[in-house]
């Protein structure tokens, strides 16, 4: 049997032409989507992240307003910042970059943003719409997990998923995800036992166990669907995902490579997001 590469480069390029196109037609009815990022302090990650999503949004013509401010800001600081760009109407879309010097509770810095502007989908509205099955923004690592899933393809509904994960940006927003396309759902975690046994019973296998190449072909049934949301640097200083993609490729059917494979979906999804928060007609 032949493995497909599902190709995230590829697919994420499509997403954000797409997104071009409607920045275009917005643009020509008067609005020009914009996107503010908030980072406090140097992170060096942080600032590689931030700078991804500039180029990204400068590239489909979202205007990208990025705010730094010192390490030493205080949660009042922050928080009013935050209230005035909820209530500042050229503003769509807002993003706190992840993680904030320890002195800010990162808590309420999520609940302070809009839910109609969250566009990261981490805001208790967005996130319990997404399990009620409402309309709200998603969080943009699972959502290009589904978009890697819908066009290559791969039909969700009646399979065995299984989601390797639980955390609050991946792990759960993925199970509603598939959940939502009829999928057959378990969430799989440190507490689960027996796990190969869970793991080889998935059709579609989504690993975001943030542990590199965690998952080798023990973990899978033949024919399955690989999907890694990991990122590390290995000994050598190279990227590898949570599967250790080497044992898994031909046990498989399809499988994402790290790099190139769930990683460039996050920031296409972001700007996705971003051009649906300008459209203003999300009922949130
Ligand atoms: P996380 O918050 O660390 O969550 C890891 C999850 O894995 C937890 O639910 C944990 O279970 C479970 N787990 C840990 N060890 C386990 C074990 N031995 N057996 C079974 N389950 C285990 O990670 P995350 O934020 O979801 O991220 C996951 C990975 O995706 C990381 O590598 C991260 O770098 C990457 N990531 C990539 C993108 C992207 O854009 N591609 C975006 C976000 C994250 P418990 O809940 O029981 O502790």
């Not at 020509?28 to 980072?39: D, E, F, M, N, R």
């Not at 010192?70 to 807002?94: A, K, W, Y």
């Not at 031909?250 to 490579?257: D, G, L, V």
């Amino acid at each position: 049997m032949e493995t497909k590469l599902i190709d995230g480069k590829k697919i994420s390029a499509e997403i954000k032409e797409e997104v071009k196109e409607e920045v275009q037609k917005l643009k020509s009815k008067g609005i020009a989507p914009c996107l503010a990022v908030i980072q406090v302090g140097e992170d060096p990650a942080s600032s590689v992240y931030v700078r991804n999503k500039k180029k990204a949004c400068e590239y489909t013509g979202i205007r990208f307003l990025h705010e730094k401010l010192p390490e030493e800001t205080d949660q009042e600081t922050l928080l009013s910042r935050l209230l005035e760009m909820n209530e500042d109407p050229s503003v769509h879309g807002i993003l706190v970059q992840l993680p904030l010097p320890k002195h800010l509770d990162e808590q309420a810095v999520t609940r302070a943003i809009s839910p109609a502007k969250d566009v990261d989908g981490f805001h208790p509205v967005n996130a319990g719409s997404l399990f009620l099955g409402e309309e709200g923004f998603v969080s943009c690592t699972p959502a290009g997990v589904l978009q890697l899933l819908k066009r290559s393809g791969i039909e969700i509904e009646g399979k065995e998923c299984v989601v390797l994960g639980r955390s609050n940006i991946v792990g759960k927003p993925m199970a509603a995800l598939l959940l939502s396309e009829n999928g057959t759902v378990t969430v799989a975690h440190s507490r689960t036992r027996n796990l190969r046994d869970v793991t080889r019973r998935a059709d579609i296998l989504v690993v975001a166990v943030g542990k590199p190449r965690f998952v080798d072909d023990t973990f899978i049934k033949e024919g399955a669907v690989v999907i890694d949301v990991g990122i590390h640097r290995n000994e050598d200083n190279k990227l590898c995902g949570d599967v250790d993609f080497e044992k898994v490729f031909s046990k498989c059917s399809a499988i994402t490579p790290v790099p190139g494979g769930v990683g460039p979906m996050t920031v296409a999804m972001l700007l996705q997001n971003c051009v649906q928060a300008a459209r203003g007609e999300m009922n949130l």
